[in-house]
């Protein structure tokens, strides 16, 4: 929209501006939803999680436990949901339509969204001050979950799923779970190496074998923690892990058509192959804070820690 401005002194008035000055008024052009890049705040980067769900951004780790939707369109404000008592620390989704939170009380629920075709938002529904726009984002009509997921005493910190294999990964600073996501049955407590600290990412292929990353204690004593990248069958069975590195890898993206994960963290990327855990394609050395393939997954997308708002993409050749 347009909005006129004029000085107090009415310099800017026709009557005062004088008829050589040939001007009636000036005409300032604001953005309705102004947009801005955050700069690289580390509370930002600890505290805030998202994902996107079909036409829609949803948001944890606010300080009153909900998760917020907002419309990727204009960023207009769709609605949330309220429901664990601490802040949510992991979001996960699967094909738009299922969306599973994991809290730092240890809690994780699953809901079923709404299509995103009921998300719209319009300059009307902005403008009108005596009606609410909030709009539902959930199917369950109490904003209570379809089902809960139990078993960790310590904060969430990494969260996979799967609908078509019936499974929740999640991990904590002490365990690994498996979950079933249907009936939030326990399947598997998976073997974690002795003296873990952390579970940083989880990941499930199509296959079904899991990929964990953690970090455990050195057995040389000391302060010291190693990181190690591991895979599992569906049953627990540990299948291969990687040699221990000091940096650990915080972000696994599956590919869908082959056992492969793109691997990434302060370390840098690879493509690895699940079922051996040897590294198949290097992508960088540098250190990446994001990382995404593309829908024919023949292009890896990485956001690089040195360059926080540009994309690398490389063709992956495997």
């Not at 302060?223 to 040699?243: I, K, N, P, W």
Request: some cysteine.
């Amino acid at each position: 929209p347009a909005a006129s401005t004029s000085s107090s002194s009415g310099a800017l008035s026709p009557q005062r501006a004088g008829p050589s000055s040939g001007v009636d008024a000036i005409l300032e052009l604001v953005d309705r939803k102004p947009r801005r890049v955050l700069p690289d705040y580390a509370w930002l980067r600890g505290d805030f999680v998202w994902t996107a769900v079909g036409a829609a951004v949803a948001s944890g780790g606010h300080p009153d436990g909900s998760v917020r939707c907002y419309a990727i369109s204009d960023g207009a404000f769709l609605g949330s949901v309220l429901h664990h008592a601490t802040r949510v620390t992991c979001l996960a989704q699967h094909r738009n339509t299922d969306l599973v939170c994991g809290s730092a009380d240890g809690t994780i629920s699953a809901w079923t969204m709404l299509p995103s075709s009921g998300w719209t938002s319009s300059l009307l529904d902005t403008l009108n001050i005596f009606k609410p726009t909030t709009k539902r984002i959930v199917v369950e009509p109490d904003y209570s979950p379809r089902q809960s997921y139990l078993g960790h005493a310590s904060p969430i910190t990494a969260l996979a799923i799967r609908n078509d294999l019936d499974v929740v990964v999640s991990g904590s600073a002490e365990r690994c779970l498996v979950h079933s996501m249907s009936t939030g049955a326990l399947l598997v407590d998976l073997a974690l190496p002795p003296r873990s600290t952390n579970v940083h990412a989880v990941a499930v292929c199509t296959v079904g074998w899991i990929v964990v990353s953690v970090s455990a204690t050195s057995d040389t004593g000391g302060d010291r923690t190693l990181s190690t990248l591991r895979s599992y069958s569906l049953q627990g069975e540990l299948l291969a892990t990687t040699t221990s590195t000091e940096l650990p890898v915080t972000k696994l993206v599956p590919f869908s058509r082959t056992a492969h994960v793109v691997a990434a963290g302060p370390m840098g990327a690879n493509v690895v192959a699940v079922h051996s855990m040897m590294e198949v394609l290097p992508l960088t050395t540098v250190g990446v804070s994001s990382a995404a393939l593309s829908v024919d997954e023949k292009v890896a997308i990485l956001g690089l820690d040195v360059m926080p708002a540009q994309l690398l993409a490389i063709a992956m050749g495997i």
